[in-house]
């Protein structure tokens, strides 16, 4: 039996292999989990705990190979292959993730966008075509989408989130600013980029303090 | 003197303040931990230890009153007060940053944005001009900017990054996918939406296993 991995712990996965990517690029095949923690800023101690989740890796006094943390983290996050991934609302959000360079340089293959605005539907935009909300049922299954994003409007987002679920998608990546009461059995990461942003302020009112 | 606080900690706050907002929308006056960590799916245990770092929150038994706790997470954040920003990169990340009805919500009012584009500077888009980047450092004095938001391609991100803090800039909230190398004295929020969309991939992969 699996011990339950905590949801940040599979999110600074990530950030480790972006920059475990970073430092083979530089040429560095071993690295050690103090320099790589260093470079996040984290502890090596929250490294080690979470890669210790998933078994053994590098040599104590040693350090990881670079290239085989590379590949054990990706066959881990499920990053060995490729993801369907849809867009709900093609507004400058949804068009900004379409093209994200990001999501397919890690596999996650934008296959449809879909709106409500009839002058953005039925059209490509850069190979991409964008389709209205009735054809989503069709294009989820025909292009084998197992991904929705959701880029509406907060108000628009529990209900594309809703439809996405009858369509059968299991995993929900929303960017709309409001939490979703969907089904449970649908996965949903929330990315609410004012959350992120609000830790900004928080420093800024500390340095603010300091040099009152 | 201040124990040092966990940055997600930070970041947790704000996500106890949305949820927070969206209780009292409910004319919810007093609310448990319990409920509030359920609905946000984490322990209650996390929600009462982030809170301890600030004091003391609501009383045991009863709960928080949400609009007292709302108060206090604003001070706390430094959202009780508006904060200029600014966005590099017009792009359609850019764009949907510049708009994004969620930052100005909680008082993070975008002065200007910036581009290299000469077909994009020197306008007024919606009331938001664009400047090109030799203008940053006036505007930024002007407009009493204090956050730089970094919506440029990764090849672009770390100059934009160096401009910011040449021009006094002490926060920076980052989307490329790429870490920065810049002063220590700016701190900066990565917001890697690839890394954030992978934790996805690794569920839709355990689900798979399951099903298999």
């Given at each position: 039996m699996l011990k339950k991995i905590?949801?940040?712990?599979?999110?600074?996965?990530?950030?480790?292999?972006?920059?475990l990517l970073f430092f083979k690029e530089k040429d560095i095949t071993i690295i050690s989990s103090k320099r790589l923690a260093d470079f996040l800023k984290i502890s090596h101690h929250q490294l080690r705990k979470d890669l210790s989740y998933f078994g053994q890796f590098g040599r104590k006094g040693?350090?990881?190979?670079?290239?085989?943390?590379?590949?054990?983290?990706r066959e881990i996050l499920g990053l060995n292959r490729e993801w369907g991934a849809c867009v709900v609302g093609f507004g400058n959000l949804g068009r900004a993730l379409s093209f994200y360079k990001g999501f397919k340089d890690e596999g996650i293959a934008i296959k449809a966008a879909f709106d409500i605005s009839e002058n953005k539907v039925n059209k490509d935009y850069a190979n991409l075509k964008v389709y209205p909300l009735e054809k989503m049922e069709k294009v989820i299954r025909k292009e084998k989408i197992q991904i929705g994003i959701i880029a509406v409007p907060k108000e628009a987002a529990e209900a594309a989130a809703t439809r996405l679920a009858e369509c059968g998608i299991?995993?929900?990546?929303?960017?709309?600013?409001?939490k979703l009461d969907i089904p449970k059995d649908v996965i949903v990461k929330d990315?609410?980029?004012?959350?992120?942003?609000?830790s900004l302020t928080y420093h800024l009112k500390l340095l603010e303090a300091k040099q009152s």
């Open positions: 905590p949801e940040e712990t599979i999110t600074r996965l990530s950030y480790y292999l972006r920059a040693v350090g990881y190979s670079c290239v085989r943390l590379i590949e054990s983290i299991k995993a929900i990546f929303n960017l709309a600013p409001v990315v609410d980029l004012s959350c992120q942003l609000t």
